[in-house]
């Protein structure tokens, strides 16, 4: 099985929604993070988690929240979708959180918003 | 502040040629780098990292890359190219003051011609 798994894996929803990507891990990370990956832009952080106590804000939280509801789950909530917000997320964990840690990741989600 | 560039964002090589993709990266202190594969439709995968223990590091599949602090530069290379190699290329930056932050250029997607 795999060790961090995202669902779901493809979305469509409608501007105005609510919607929930939420995120699964077996490693026994502290550590989650959400990106969001948009053609030719690479990889940007959304929103990082150290422990179940402590989420902070990464590059491009605005219009997104979420949840650590436990050291294994970690979700990602957009209140009320737009269409610039369709891409792809990705959710990642890492161990300590030194800056020599892998991160490992996802296979991500594919949301469309129309 | 940390940030990478990836020069070209498609390269193109033939089967059993040599591989080279560039990551340029701005840091002012030690960075730890790293570059990920991804596969269509999957998430993102370590390929290799700099943590300052070898300036030459090598990774799965092949691939290698070299840490040169003159250049602020650290390639992805590998020898012979195979059509499996073909995929999207993110070349990393680990912030070391808030730990374990990613910063991810644009990536290359790398094409394998038969």
């Known amino acids: 099985d795999a060790d961090v798994t995202q669902t779901p894996r493809n979305r469509i929803t409608k501007t105005g929604k609510r919607i929930m990507l939420e995120c699964s891990q077996t490693?026994?990370?502290?550590?989650m993070y959400w990106y969001r990956q948009d053609p030719g832009l690479g990889l940007q952080l959304i929103y990082y988690s150290f422990d179940v106590k402590d989420i902070n804000k990464g590059e491009i939280s605005d219009g997104y929240s979420v949840s650590r509801q436990a050291q294994a789950k970690f979700s990602l909530s957009l209140e009320s979708a737009i269409p610039n917000q369709t891409a792809l997320y990705f959710c990642?964990?890492?161990?300590?959180?030194?800056?020599?840690?892998?991160?490992?990741f996802g296979p991500g989600t594919r949301l469309t918003v129309l | 502040a940390q940030s990478v560039t990836q020069l070209g964002s498609h390269v193109s090589v033939s089967e059993g040629a040599l591989v080279l993709l560039r990551c340029n990266y701005s840091?002012?202190?030690?960075?730890?780098l790293f570059w990920y594969v991804q596969y269509p439709n999957q998430g993102l995968q370590l390929l290799l990292k700099?943590?300052?223990?070898?300036?030459l590091v090598k990774g799965i599949n092949g691939f290698e890359a070299e840490f040169k602090k003159s250049e602020t530069s650290f390639h992805l290379t590998k020898p012979s190219a195979h059509m499996s190699d073909a995929a999207e290329y993110f070349c990393?930056?680990?912030?070391?003051?808030?730990?374990?932050?990613?910063?991810f250029g644009t990536g290359t997607s790398l094409t394998v011609i038969p």
């Open positions: 990393a930056v680990s912030d070391t003051f808030t730990g374990n932050q990613f910063y």
């Open positions: 840091s002012s202190v030690p960075p730890y």
């Open positions: 700099y943590t300052s223990a070898a300036t």
């Open positions: 990642a964990t890492s161990d300590s959180g030194a800056s020599t840690d892998t991160q490992y």
């Open positions: 490693k026994g990370h502290d550590r």
